[in-house]
C-alpha cells in the first residue's frame, strides 16, 4: 500500500480534492479512458448480462472500467472489464477486502489493475465512508453509467454527485416500474439510454477494430449441459464468474445456460 503524491486532474472535479489516496497496483490505467459504472447490488438478469457485454467491449476497445468493488454490478462491470483493465475504488484500507464474497476479485484487481483508497490500512467500511468512495469513482469516470438502481438506493448519491460534477450519464433501457431512479433520470432528461452497445462504445473507444464478438469456447460447452463437477475440473475459475454473472445456473448439478 502507497500513498499516491501526483495529483489526478480528474479529481478536482470533487467538491474537495483527496488530502490522502492510496493505491496498490498499476497506476497508468489512470492515464486510459476512463469509464464509471455503478448500480444494485442486486441487479436484475437483464441488467447483468447487458452491464457484462458493455464493460467488456468497451475493455476490449481500450477504456478501463471504474467501479466501487460491491457486490452486483459493481463486481460484473470489474470481471467483465478483466482483472487488468480495471480500476476498483474501496470504502474501507486497501489491506481489507470489503465486501468478503468478492475477496478474490478485488486480490486479482490488486496484482493485475489497481485499488484505490483514501483511507488509511484498517479501517474499516462505515456508512459515510460509502459516500466518500461514490464521488471518487464518478469523478475518476468521462462519463457515468448507471445499470439500475431504485429511488432512495445508494446509487442515488452518484447520480447527484455526476449532475454536481457535471458528467454525463447514460442508463440503460428499462421496463416501467423497474429501476426507478434510471427511469426519472430519462423522464427529466438528465441522463441518455444506452440502445445500441456497440455505438456507444465506439465514442470513447481507441481501438475500435477489437470489438468483434469472439467465439466462446466456455459457453460452447456448457450447451452440452455437462455436470457441474465436469466442468470444474476444466473451466474452474470460469465456472464461478459465469455462475456470478448470470450467465450460467445449476439445477441438480447441471450446467445450463441462464
Not at 460509502?130 to 438506493?153: D, K, Q, T
Request: glycine share 6%; proline share 2%; hydrophobic share 40%.
Amino acid at each position: 500500500m502507497s500513498r499516491l503524491e501526483e495529483k489526478i486532474e480528474e479529481l478536482h472535479f470533487m467538491k474537495k480534492y483527496p488530502s490522502e489516496l492510496y493505491y496498490n497496483g498499476n497506476l497508468e490505467l489512470l492515464q486510459k479512458t476512463k469509464i464509471s459504472i455503478v448500480g444494485s447490488r442486486r441487479p436484475s438478469k437483464y441488467s447483468r448480462m447487458i452491464i457484462q457485454n458493455i464493460s467488456s467491449s468497451l475493455s476490449k476497445a481500450g477504456v478501463c472500467i471504474v467501479s466501487g468493488g460491491a457486490m452486483g454490478i459493481d463486481a460484473i462491470a470489474h470481471l467483465s472489464a478483466g482483472s487488468s483493465n480495471t480500476i476498483s475504488v474501496l470504502l474501507c484500507g486497501l489491506n481489507i477486502k470489503y465486501p468478503a464474497i468478492n475477496k478474490n476479485l478485488l486480490s486479482d484487481i490488486e496484482k493485475n489493475g489497481l485499488l484505490l483508497s483514501q483511507f488509511k490500512e484498517n479501517f474499516r467500511a462505515t456508512p459515510w465512508s460509502f459516500v466518500v468512495r461514490n464521488e471518487l469513482v464518478v469523478a475518476l469516470g468521462e462519463v457515468l453509467i448507471v445499470a439500475e438502481a431504485e429511488i432512495g438506493s445508494g446509487s442515488m448519491r452518484s447520480i447527484e454527485f455526476a449532475l454536481k460534477m457535471g458528467k454525463e450519464i447514460y442508463v440503460l433501457p428499462q421496463r416501467l416500474g423497474e429501476s426507478g431512479a434510471t427511469n426519472e433520470l430519462l423522464k427529466t432528461n438528465k441522463a441518455k439510454a444506452i440502445y445500441d452497445i456497440d455505438e456507444f462504445v465506439a465514442k470513447f473507444s481507441k481501438n475500435i477494430e477489437v470489438i468483434d464478438k469472439k467465439f466462446d469456447e466456455f459457453i460452447e460447452y456448457c450447451k452440452i449441459n455437462p455436470t457441474y463437477e465436469e466442468a470444474l475440473k476444466i473451466y474452474s475459475s470460469r465456472v464461478f464468474e459465469s455462475e456470478l454473472l448470470g450467465e450460467i445456473k445449476v439445477e441438480n448439478g447441471i450446467i445450463k445456460l441462464a
